[in-house]
């Protein structure tokens, strides 16, 4: 941005990045109607602000953002970095110039929001370049929301869920259950946070619901884990297996995060 028209002043628009997430952060405490709010997460040092910048962004958020926060003297707030890589599409990259894209509102309405999060996580280029193949997509898509997804409302359809999944969840599957919950709080850990490895948790669960299903056996406590641990990346789908079984969404959560703590090890 060119505060001079010879060009002989100029601020890089990044310079502006976190002066707009602090004014965010503003606005969402005095939404919550929480003023202090700000105080207690900006000002304390016991506040985080966890960055998950591209590669080609590295710079500003690595380097500039956190000098910036550095120079500001009421400011003392922790900072994290997790980058991720290039995502490829079809083993190339991505290039509108070329038209060798994919429009992320086009992809949306043509398979729904929960599907395109879930695929794209799983295939979140994390550590090394990922790569976004639309015929494997379409494939993955119609196995799991076109096909497994429809079977799993059907089976539990005329079950009262709000019993049948606590009675499993110390049967046959409970020490698996217990490794997808303890899968699921590692990735959500800030210190290694995984997008991957939360939607590999919960396309694990899927997985042993197809399992189950083909041996025509109970599932309600895999969709009731599916559900909760779900929220964050098929959200449309746990709101309808939540309210659809009238699942204790409070209750289920609590259970998931008090059994996976207590083996739970960095």
């Not at 799983?122 to 429809?150: M, Q, Y």
């Not at 059907?154 to 303890?182: F, H």
Request: hydrophobic residues 45%; negative net charge; proline residues 4%.
């Amino acid at each position: 941005m060119d505060l001079e028209e010879d060009g002989s002043c100029r601020v890089h628009t990044w310079f502006m990045g976190m002066a707009g997430d602090i004014a965010a952060f503003r606005e969402y405490a005095a939404q919550r109607n929480d003023p202090e709010l700000f105080e207690r997460f900006w000002c304390s040092g016991e506040g985080e602000v966890i960055h998950f910048p591209g590669f080609d962004c590295l710079f500003s958020h690595a380097i500039t953002y956190p000098v910036l926060l550095e120079q500001c003297a009421a400011i003392d707030v922790r900072q994290r970095l997790i980058p991720a890589q290039f995502l490829m599409l079809d083993g190339l990259n991505l290039s509108t110039s070329r038209n060798h894209a994919i429009w992320a509102r086009e992809l949306v309405e043509q398979v729904g929001s929960d599907s395109a999060r879930l695929y794209l996580a799983s295939v979140a280029p994390e550590e090394e370049e990922g790569n976004f193949s639309r015929d494997a997509f379409a494939c993955w898509h119609k196995d799991l929301f076109v096909e497994l997804i429809p079977r799993i409302f059907q089976a539990v359809e005329a079950k009262n869920m709000n019993w049948r999944w606590s009675r499993e969840l110390t049967g046959p599957d409970g020490e698996i259950l217990d490794a997808l919950g303890q899968k699921w709080v590692a990735a959500g850990d800030a210190s290694h946070f995984s997008m991957k490895a939360l939607a590999a948790t919960i396309l694990d669960a899927f997985a042993l619901c197809r399992v189950r299903l083909e041996q025509d056996k109970p599932i309600a406590h895999l969709a009731a884990f599916i559900a909760v641990a779900g929220q964050a990346l098929i959200p449309d789908l746990s709101h309808h297996l939540i309210t659809q079984f009238r699942l204790p969404k409070n209750a289920i959560l609590c259970w998931l995060v008090d059994v996976t703590l207590a083996d739970y090890n960095i």
